[in-house]
């Protein structure tokens, strides 16, 4: 029964992750916690394990969707790079402080995170775009299948300073970092949300590399669970990214704003029951 239920959440993290670009973490962590430990279907269940399982699935889902994107080129790989770089020092401090949060603290925080974004992206419409950022940096052109042509870019240092926030967050919450870095991408640097999908799910690999290391090394892996994940998170990172490549980019940032809002409100009453 516990193979079960975690093979459907690892599909289904595999199919959520990789459309919209978050690593599949931000559906993983909080069902994991909820059937592991509100319904006690699942033994052994900590905030602690479920990032370490959360992280050891994102290596799998991060590769399949990266060789989906690879297909569509729509990876900026110079920029995945450099996200990668500035996420790894904030991913190291942020798995070493995850080990001492408690359940409801856990919840509480990593639902006002959730929601914070999916505001963010709410408003996003109602926001002047951020061309600062843009100007200050070097740009880059995407031209889409309907041949909208994008202008983006971002300054390096910025880049660097805002990926060690999103590898302190991904290292402490298990989620990834994509659903910090997309809504960054796509609000700060103006990238295409396709192209800011891609490039998410290619740095989140390169992260979960990183980050799984560590959590090995503290011991917050539960080895037997990886099992049915790996493999039902896999194949559905590999369904996520074909489902992406038919959706239009607005439809995918509404799909990403719903997931993060409904996500949230869960976390924070589990928090505030706890």
Not at 178 to 205: D, K, N, Q
């Amino acid at each position: 029964m516990e193979f079960i239920l975690l093979a459907v959440i690892g599909l289904a993290s595999g199919i959520v992750g990789a459309l919209v670009g978050l690593g599949g973490g931000i559906i993983l962590v909080p069902a994991t916690l909820y059937v592991g430990i509100n319904l006690g279907l699942i033994d052994g269940i900590t905030p602690q394990t479920v990032v370490g399982l959360s992280v050891i699935m994102m290596i799998f889902t991060g590769l399949a969707s990266t060789i989906s994107y690879m297909k569509t080129k729509t990876i900026d790989f110079k920029s995945g790079f450099i996200f990668f770089l500035g996420s790894v020092p904030g991913t190291l401090i942020g798995a070493f402080v995850n080990k001492g949060l408690d359940l409801p603290s856990f919840n509480l925080y990593f639902g006002i995170l959730l929601i914070l974004l999916s505001t963010l992206l709410l408003v996003r419409k109602y926001l002047k775009p951020v061309s600062w950022f843009v100007n200050h940096g070097k740009k880059r052109t995407f031209t889409d299948n309907t041949d909208q042509t994008f202008i983006y870019g971002y300054p390096v240092w910025f880049a660097l300073l805002l990926t060690f926030g999103v590898g302190f967050a991904s290292g402490l919450f298990g989620i990834g970092g994509g659903s910090i870095l997309v809504p960054a991408m796509i609000l700060l640097f103006l990238f295409p949300p396709h192209v800011a999908v891609g490039t998410s799910m290619f740095m989140v690999f390169l992260s979960a590399l990183v980050n799984s290391i560590t959590h090995i090394s503290l011991g917050n892996v539960p080895w037997l669970y990886t099992i049915p994940v790996i493999p039902a998170a896999y194949i559905g990172a590999k369904i996520g990214a074909r489902l992406n490549q038919k959706m239009k980019s607005e439809t995918l940032v509404v799909a990403l704003r719903i997931i993060l809002l409904l996500l949230g409100i869960r976390s924070i009453i589990d928090g505030l029951m706890g």
